[in-house]
């Protein structure tokens, strides 16, 4: 057989987002160093809007390399060759830096804060490790004190101040949980909360080949009592859905482990399984985090959902994981649809 010759060229880091990587790679880069010092003779605050794929969160980390006092020793290896390498400015190397990604905090109206909240925590601790040899002794200890994200950065500034180190903040995916929080009221004391279990239901799902219910129907005691003993009612053999839909402050753990008990189908999207991960203290893997809920509950499948902006494309991608003797029994099977909610 004919041995498979590599080409020699240099690879296209498409959807890389790590300078330093690309650097040590030998990817190709083009530079955008030069703008640097153009960034030093303007304004202290830059927001850089382009549309996706146009490499914002790449330069955001070449400067983050710039600039970190901890990347002084690697800056030839990463600049050496491009023009801020032949013309670096005074400021290199020479900030503590503080990197945020708000792409990762999911959350709704009323509780998007908890979100950003945890997020910032586990970044200002992070970054009160890596500079614990710049910084006042015990700052992260006083710093896990305050409360929320706002009254931590204040203190974060202050004590960064108290010993002359000067903070570089970047921000990366600044707008994206702000365009994901959904502005909508959700109305109580609405036929919903009045659900009731009549004989004539009973009779109905007790012949049904599959049932499906959410959590935001079992908002009110009445309503879920109701939907309980529906569920109770339909033949073993069936296929029970819980198309778990959390909304707002709707919802419990104890609500969502107690349909989760009679289901045996569970669907939910990107948004919902990080947070059944933190309720019931699952793997952080999204992969891993469904086989621990298909084993924990027997459940014969699970249906994650993947929006359209995550899958990069036009339609949603639902993704079927199957109950087996190991993790998976095959590989998932994916399922292209138009709407995020159907499968």
Known sequence: MEKYIAPDRKRIPYGMMNFAVIRRDDCYYVDKTR?????????KFFFFIRPRRFGKSL????????????AKDKFDALFGDLYIGKHPTRDRNSYLVLYLNFSGIVGELHNYRKGLDAHCQ?????????????????????????????????????????????????????????????????????????IECSPATMKLVGDADAVCWGSLAQRSEKSRAAILRLIDAVPDTSLKVFDINIRQHFYSTDLIVESLQKANVLKLNEDELPLLISLLSLSTDFVEAIAELIARFSLKYVIF?????RSGGAEAVSIVYRLSTGLFGSSPIRIFSFCSASV
């Open 122 to 194: 586990t970044m200002f601790d992070y970054f009160c490790d890596i500079y614990a040899d710049y910084l006042p002794k015990g700052i992260k200890e006083e710093l896990d004190k305050k409360e929320g994200a706002v009254e931590q950065f204040e203190y974060l500034f202050t004590e960064c101040n108290k010993t002359n180190q000067r903070i570089y903040l970047f921000i990366d995916e600044y707008d994206h949980f702000t365009n994901a929080v959904p502005q909508y009221e959700i109305v109580e004391n609405v036929a919903w909360d009045a």
């Open 305 to 309: 959902t993947q929006g359209a902006v």
């Open 59 to 70: 330069t955001v980390n070449m400067l983050q390399h710039y600039y970190d006092i901890l």
């Open 35 to 43: 703008f640097i010092p153009m960034i030093e003779e303007a304004d």
